[in-house]
T-cell receptor, first 114, second 117 residues
């Protein structure tokens, strides 16, 4: 049972346009969300995060939106650049027992075409 | 610059053999995580440590997998005996944040690509 779902395995966007990556979750106990970016042959790197008490967090070209009622979050990249081409993982955190646990989605491969 | 290092980067072994993967977390980080990435499951958390103590290993098959932190500079993930279904990329990550939990930014190593024949 996938609690964090990234339903689009891939996305292709033209340079300069907006990239929108989507993520849905099922567990209402998740209260903190993160996005990681991964290049081939490297480990994921942290991109941006958002607490469930907010609905938006912005960092430069990257903005994450959270819609708690729909259990949906999205990552917007504006403007998209070829260097943004990578796999993007959505992750969600919940307190399970006495510890926080991070659950990742399967990732979306973003390709930004010059 | 400070990075998480993992060895080996690639490992090919035969079914039934023991496999040991090593991770050196970033100096001073108090949390260490082991993840496995497969095409089918994506990134799965196997185990995590805080201040060298195991906090959660519920994602790990207990009969064949074991994770330890002999000291603050070394984390190990061992598979014995290995099986073809263990073939995956194994990532180690470390973190240091105010909460000292999985919520904090995690710094990932480059991974160990394991192939079990």
């Amino acid at each position: 049972d996938q609690q964090v779902k990234q339903n689009s395995p891939s996305l292709s966007v033209q340079e300069g346009r907006i990239s929108i990556l989507n993520c849905d979750y099922t567990n209402s106990m998740f209260d903190y969300f993160l996005w990681y970016k991964k290049y081939p042959a490297e480990g994921p790197t942290f991109l941006i995060s958002i607490s469930s008490i907010k609905d938006k967090n912005e960092d430069g070209r990257f903005t994450v939106f959270l819609n708690k009622s729909a259990k949906h979050l999205s990552l917007h990249i504006v403007p998209s650049q070829p260097g943004d081409s990578a796999v993007y993982f959505c992750a969600a955190s919940a307190l399970l027992g006495s510890n926080y646990k991070l659950t990742f989605g399967k990732g979306t491969l973003l390709t930004v075409n010059p | 610059d400070a990075r998480v290092t993992q060895t080996p980067r690639h490992k090919v072994t035969e079914m039934g053999q023991e496999v040991t993967m090593r991770c050196q977390p970033i100096l001073g980080h108090n949390t260490v995580f082991w993840y496995r990435q497969t095409m089918m499951q994506g990134l799965e958390l196997l185990a995590y440590f805080r201040n060298r103590a195991p906090l959660d290993d519920s994602g790990m098959p207990k009969d064949r997998f074991s994770a330890e932190m002999p000291d603050a500079t070394l984390a190990t993930l061992k598979i014995q005996p290995s099986e073809p279904r263990d073939s995956a990329v194994y990532f180690c990550a470390s973190g240091l944040g105010t909460s000292g939990t999985a919520r904090d930014e995690q710094f990932f190593g480059p991974g160990t690509r394991l192939t079990v024949l």
